[in-house]
């Protein structure tokens, strides 16, 4: 069965740090790109960030480039997002996503982090 | 970019109802188009992909068409479980991107 387990989310104010990790298991991991996806409070869905099967291309919303980073180690499951320069309109529920395999279709969604920027 | 502008963004249905929504394009994305439908507190579960190919386990009375820059979801049936949010995403081509969405009410 497909897990994709997030955490890292929190309440931050602007300006600041967070990173985001989401836990794969039951797939093959290393086969797979993943995705980060965040959905603000109310709204609809907003795709931020993705990263290939090995992690040599990755790719982000112009909304987050040069502020937000995604990684991921294949030896321990895992995909990362490292934001930095936090925002109000960064504040979402942020969920980690598989893509299917040879495409960037997403085909399965953790349950999502909320991450708020507050002061 | 490519745009993705979905509608309704609100429907109002009784059970047994057959509802459409539509998602356009601002170019053509060939049939790189899915379907996921979302709950309140839920994350999105996908039910179509390709425009068309329903994914396993998802009732029949859903159906998807189209190609190019129009698409078309379409529940033949309205049952109680359907009431939810649907939204639309291409991917042609990054970035990725979501329709606004569609809330199906309850009439």
């Known amino acids: 069965e497909v897990q994709l387990l997030e955490s890292g989310g929190g309440l931050v104010q602007p300006g600041e740090s967070l990173r985001l990790s989401c836990a794969a298991s039951?797939?093959?991991?290393?086969?797979?790109?993943m995705r980060w996806v965040r959905q603000a409070p109310g709204k609809g869905l907003e795709w931020v960030s993705a990263i290939s099967a090995s992690g040599s291309a990755t790719y982000y919303a112009d909304s987050v480039k040069g502020r937000f980073t995604i990684a991921r180690d294949n030896s321990k499951n895992t995909v990362d997002l490292h934001m930095t320069s936090l925002r109000a309109e960064d504040t979402a529920v942020y969920y980690c996503?598989?893509?299917?395999?040879?495409?960037?279709?997403?085909?399965?969604w953790g349950q999502g982090t909320l991450v708020t920027v507050s002061s | 970019d490519i745009q993705m502008t979905q509608s309704p963004s609100t429907l109002s249905a009784s059970v047994g109802d057959r509802v459409t929504i539509t998602c356009r394009a601002s170019?053509?994305?060939?049939?790189?188009l899915a379907w996921y439908q979302q709950k309140p507190g839920k994350a999105p579960k996908l039910l179509i992909s390709k425009a068309s190919s329903l994914e396993s386990g998802v009732p029949s009375s859903f159906s998807g068409s189209g190609s190019g820059t129009e698409f078309t979801l379409t529940v033949s049936s309205l049952q109680p479980d359907d009431f939810a949010t649907y939204y639309c995403?291409?991917?042609?081509?990054?970035?990725?991107?979501f329709g606004g969405g569609t809330k199906v009410e309850i009439k």
């Open positions: 996503a598989k893509a299917a395999l040879n495409y960037a279709l997403i085909d399965f």
């Open positions: 170019r053509s994305i060939s049939s790189w």
């Open positions: 995403l291409q991917y042609n081509s990054y970035p990725l991107t």
């Open positions: 039951g797939f093959t991991f290393t086969n797979y790109a």
